[in-house]
């Protein structure tokens, strides 16, 4: 169950905002929406477990990883507020743009994804990670972006992943089956 802080973040972000316009009047609707260029806008129920199972608190520190459409990224930046710091990273040049043009909270700065480079190290390490697409095995170059004791959501195989770093060991329980674009490789 998505709690309330959550739902009250996504409901301050209105989806519609950050949908191009001939979607934009299907936001109401519980289902991934095309944003162009073969991606898509995540589901509202899967972002609020997501956002539910990462426990994000205020003043948090997080990397949104295939920030898409900025929606993840603005409610994140709402969930974390003004002494928060949300760094977003796309693969799309166009989407980095167009979500820019979306997000109004200065805290929340979205980056063009690097060659080669999973995540952004250089502004790391994060409270917080959520990954919207899909991998094939446990990012260990995000894992090594964490804080000491962060937490990851991410999807891989097929299957809803939440990572705990403590102590020096990972902890990773599965939280059911999703359906993602994939996660795709930069290459240099
Ligand atoms: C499901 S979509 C967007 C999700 C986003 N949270 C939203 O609701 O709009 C996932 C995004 O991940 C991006 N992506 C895929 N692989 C990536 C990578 N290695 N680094 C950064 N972004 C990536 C895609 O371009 C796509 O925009």
Do not use: K
């Not at 690097?114 to 250089?122: D, K, N, S, W």
């Not at 994060?126 to 964490?146: F, K, N, T, W």
Request: charged share 20%; glycine share 10%; no cysteine.
């Amino acid at each position: 169950m998505p709690t309330a802080a959550v739902r009250r973040a996504m409901r301050a972000q209105e989806r519609r905002r950050f949908l191009p316009p001939e979607v934009a009047g299907e936001h109401h609707r519980d289902v991934p929406l095309p944003i162009g260029f073969g991606q898509t806008n995540s589901q509202p129920s899967t972002v609020a477990e997501m956002l539910t199972l990462l426990e994000p608190f205020p003043g948090m520190r997080v990397l949104d990883v295939g920030s898409g459409s900025g929606w993840t990224s603005a409610i994140l930046g709402e969930l974390g507020g003004p002494d928060s710091t949300v760094v977003a990273v796309e693969l799309v040049p166009d989407l980095v743009d167009r979500s820019r043009a979306a997000i109004t909270q200065p805290w929340v700065r979205v980056h063009h994804a690097r060659p080669g480079v999973l995540g952004l190290p250089e502004h790391g390490p994060y409270d917080r990670i959520l990954v919207s697409a899909m991998g094939d095995e446990l990012p260990s170059q995000l894992v090594d972006q964490l804080t000491a004791d962060g937490v990851m959501v991410a999807p891989w195989r097929g299957v809803m992943h939440r990572v705990r770093r403590t102590d020096g060991t990972v902890e990773v329980t599965e939280h059911g089956g999703y359906r993602f674009v994939p996660l795709r490789h930069t290459r240099m």
